[in-house]
């Protein structure tokens, strides 16, 4: 936060429905069939945003990491999905940053490994429901996602395997774009090593200027 900071964006950070800190019945408000309420709550922090004066339609980025990748991903979705049923007037993102994140919840859970399976199950739907799991997984909405995207992962990332990014930016070539993508090798879930973290942060940082910062 501070990298970006310096280099000239703004932050915000949403509570949204599911987060910690709040009591037990907040952080499950999103679990299972209640999982794109939290998605909802993203693109509402970027709308207020808008309306009060702190950002304009189109220059805002989503970032998350992890299930965080998820929400960056799925609120890109959300996002044109208002715009589409005429309940928002345009599109409020303008790019978006996933690192490690989830696309498909259902090759994620078949992928994770095993001691996560059944706690993750629990909190985003179980495989004894694909239907469901399909319904909020972005890569079966891979249409709604327009605008630039960076996607990072790390090669040995036992939690979100890498297939997970390898999903997404096969889907957006399909269909004519050209994702920026930042593999690392010798990373897991998410970049702890300074040389990987430095590389990664300087190339979302040019993402961000050339699609945003204008």
């Keep these: 936060r501070q990298y970006v ?17 709040y009591g037990r019945e907040f952080l499950m408000k999103d679990d299972y069939k209640n999982r794109w309420d939290s998605v909802r709550d993203g693109v509402e922090a970027a709308a207020w945003l808008v309306n009060n004066g702190y950002a304009r339609p189109g220059k805002i980025s989503t970032y998350g990491g992890s299930y965080g990748g998820f929400m960056s991903v799925a609120c890109l ?5 208002r715009v589409d049923a005429g309940t928002q007037k345009e599109r409020i993102f303008g790019a978006g940053i996933n690192v490690v994140g989830i696309v498909n919840l259902k090759t994620f859970l078949e ?11 629990a909190e ?17 909405k891979i249409d709604k996602i327009n605008v630039p995207m960076m996607i990072a992962h790390g090669l040995n990332d036992p939690r979100v395997p890498v297939g997970e990014a390898m999903q997404l930016a096969i889907g957006l070539m ?8 930042f593999y690392a090798p010798d990373e897991g ?8 973290r430095l590389l990664f942060s300087k190339r979302m ?10």
């Design 111 to 121: 992928q994770t490994s095993g001691y996560r399976r059944k706690l993750r199950e």
């Design 189 to 196: 879930n998410g970049f702890k090593k300074l040389e990987n």
């Design 5 to 21: 900071l310096r280099e000239g964006f703004g932050v915000v950070l949403p509570n949204v429905r599911g987060s910690d800190g």
């Design 205 to 214: 940082s040019r993402c961000l200027k050339e699609n945003i910062d204008q």
């Design 174 to 181: 399909k269909k004519g774009q050209e994702p920026v993508q």
């Design 77 to 81: 979705v959300e996002d044109q999905q």
């Design 124 to 140: 985003y739907g179980p495989l004894s429901d694909p239907e469901f799991l399909a319904s909020v997984s972005s890569i079966h």
